[in-house]
């Protein structure tokens, strides 16, 4: 089973307004599940979400 957070929690971890949340839920840069009227993000979603805006690559274990 996994977390789901919703878009007023997701917007405090990011500290920015949940309108931006719903910005990016809406332009499909963050993927989101539509229950109701609201939207619920899950943990492995934020991951990804991070990982793909990272500033600086990650490394690659030494081989």
Request: proline letters at 3%; aromatic letters at 12%; hydrophobic letters at 40%.
């Amino acid at each position: 089973m996994f977390h789901l957070y919703t878009c007023d929690q997701v917007a405090e971890r990011y500290q920015v307004k949940t309108v931006t949340i719903w910005n990016w839920i809406r332009t499909k840069k963050l993927p989101a599940i539509k229950l109701g009227k609201e939207y619920r993000i899950r943990e492995q979603d934020l991951w990804e979400f991070e990982q793909k805006h990272l500033t600086v690559p990650k490394k690659v274990a030494a081989e």
